[in-house]
Nanobody, 122 residues
Framework: QVQLVESGGGLAQAGGSLRLSCAAS????????MGWFRQPPGKERECVAR????????YYLDSVKGRFTISRDNAKNTVYLQMNSLKPEDTATYYC???????????????WGKGILVTVSS
């Protein structure tokens, strides 16, 4: 059984920073992709960022480019999301996700975290 456990969410002011962490435990193997989705209140879930486990290449949602940075620690099976210059529209429940597959979409995810709330006040 694999578990993804998120931490680091909470309340931040606009312009501030938060760092999310996601630690994988249990029967883990070499992921293909690991990253973060988010679901703002009343909206659909969207991919925020992902990292390719083998080479560290990254993908970002256009609206977070230049503000968010995803990184990984292979030895700890942990992925991080550093969020700077936060905006009220970043308010959402953030979900850690991982997949062994070759595609990165919410329909191809093998494991999800429970989600962690990030609230950005104006």
């Amino acid at each position: 059984q694999v578990q993804l456990v998120e931490s680091g969410g909470g309340l931040a002011q606009a312009g501030g920073s938060l760092r999310l962490s996601c630690a994988a435990s249990g029967r883990t193997f070499r992921w293909n992709f690991m990253g973060w989705f988010r679901q703002p209140p009343g909206k659909e879930r969207e991919c925020v960022a992902r990292v390719t486990w083998s080479d560290g290449s990254t993908y970002y949602l256009d609206s977070v480019k230049g503000r968010f940075t995803i990184s990984r620690d292979n030895a700890k099976n942990t992925v991080y999301l550093q969020m700077n210059s936060l905006k009220p529209e970043d308010t959402a429940t953030y979900y850690c996700a991982a997949t062994y597959g070759s595609n990165w979409s919410e329909y191809d995810i093998n494991y999800w975290g429970k989600g962690i709330l990030v609230t950005v006040s104006s």
